[in-house]
């Protein structure tokens, strides 16, 4: 089979990514395309690419709703630790017992998954030019052929950028041109201009769903090292949670950020404990129970409630980090407690109200909490202990000083 791959940081994704997949594909060179997104960005870790949960699903769901069976979305990166070049990605997604389980989840039959591959690295010619510097060129253009995408008008002559690099490499170099539309568009022109015309439907539908672009801004007010423990976190979680769950408590951590810029809240400790208050939620219910006894005995019995206490041991024992503030502030988020701290409301409101949250009309708590926090937290409650009583669930001790703190009934 023959197989192009096709990389990036797809920050959004847009049309100029989707013509260069439909040329691939077009030309006939290749039977399939694996588009793979970036984890992390080798050279400017931290808030310079939106945390890659939501690049990696948002390019998964452009690619279902656009392309049938012959394009396909690989999470490898988020396997490789660390810095992850070309030359890794390569060697990683060549490895036979990574391509035919991946080849065969995609519904790719046994007997053609099986079958000896060759693998073509689509890129613009801009970027090939500089192959040369690629890290490990020389060992990277003897695994794989590069599949140069050509605007209309662009002349580029593709034995001219093949001969300079194999000049410099001391290895032939082989490279093959496709047409591709002459969409001019950059992921960087979209952030900045928030203008979203060049983009697929599915990914407008995604950053709408998640308010992402404008989510991320607050990011600024974190600090370089919450930035990059905010990608860490995103991808230890993306290798158990589901996609649902995972985004939403991305989410949470993003809105906790905000909310804690808004009420002179510590940005960086809200970020965080947002962003790992599900954490454990999928665990097992015995290590739910037991990692929730060793935090808080007894306080915390019904099942749904576990994962609180769990996700601040399961936090703090996979990270190190001990700061009771955020560990409190996971420990929390559902039942809330007497004597809050502005931490705890931040991260048990954020929850409630985060973007891609639809359970009930939440357009009020959302409009005034960045100026009422206790404001939006009472509607929330009246709406949670409203819902409980209709379910004929009993109101948490925890809750009820919560509220009674609020001065609620
Ligand atoms: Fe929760
Ligand atoms: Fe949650």
């Not at 490789?80 to 039959?109: A, H, K, N, Q, W």
Request: contains cysteine; proline residues 4%; charged residues 25%.
């Amino acid at each position: 089979m023959k197989i192009g791959l096709y990389g990036g940081a797809f920050d959004p994704i847009h049309n100029g990514h989707v013509s260069m997949i439909e040329g691939a594909l077009d030309s006939g060179i290749v039977d399939i395309v694996i588009v793979i997104p970036s984890a992390r960005n080798p050279f400017k870790p931290g808030r310079s690419l939106t945390c890659a949960p939501y690049r990696y699903y948002m390019v998964k769901n452009v690619i279902e709703d656009l392309f049938d069976d012959k394009v396909f979305v690989s999470d490898i990166e988020f396997k490789i630790s660390g810095v992850s070049y070309t030359d890794t990605i390569v060697d990683e997604i060549r490895d036979p017992s990574y391509i035919e389980e991946f080849l065969m989840s995609c519904g790719i039959s046994p007997k053609k998954a099986s079958a000896s591959h060759k693998f073509f690295w689509i890129a613009g010619s801009d970027s090939l030019e500089t192959l040369y510097s690629w890290h490990n060129a020389g060992s990277l253009v003897s695994k794989i052929d590069f599949l140069m995408a050509q605007r209309p008008g662009d002349d580029t002559d593709p034995s001219d950028i093949a001969r300079v690099n194999s000049e410099k490499l001391g290895v032939p170099v082989n490279i093959t041109t496709f047409a591709i539309d002459g969409i001019e568009v950059a992921s960087s022109d979209i952030r900045a201009t928030g203008n979203f015309d060049e983009i697929p439907e599915a990914a407008r539908a995604f950053i709408a769903e998640h308010n992402l672009y404008e989510a991320c801004g607050v990011l600024e007010y974190a600090s370089d090292e919450a930035c990059v423990h905010f990608t860490d976190v995103g991808i230890w979680m993306f290798g158990y949670l589901k996609k649902k769950r995972l985004l939403h408590t991305l989410n949470t951590g993003l809105l906790s950020a905000y909310l804690a810029r808004c009420h002179g809240c510590d940005i960086d400790k809200a970020l965080i404990a947002g962003s790992v208050h599900d954490c454990a939620k999928e665990l097992p219910m015995e290590d739910q129970l037991r990692m929730a006894r060793a935090r808080c005995g007894d306080l915390f019995t019904e099942d749904k409630l576990l994962h609180s206490p769990a996700g601040a041991v399961f936090y703090s024992e996979t990270y190190g980090v001990d700061d009771p503030e955020i560990l409190d502030a996971i420990t929390y988020h559902t039942t809330g407690r007497g004597n809050m701290t502005l931490l705890d409301e931040i991260v048990f409101l954020a929850d409630k109200i985060e973007p891609s949250r639809t359970y009930t009309d939440l357009s009020v708590m959302r409009r005034i909490a960045p100026t009422d926090l206790d404001g939006a937290a009472r509607l929330c409650l009246e709406s949670v202990v409203d819902k409980f009583r209709k379910k004929g669930r009993p109101v948490h001790p925890l809750t009820e000083e919560f509220m009674k703190s609020l001065g609620m009934k």
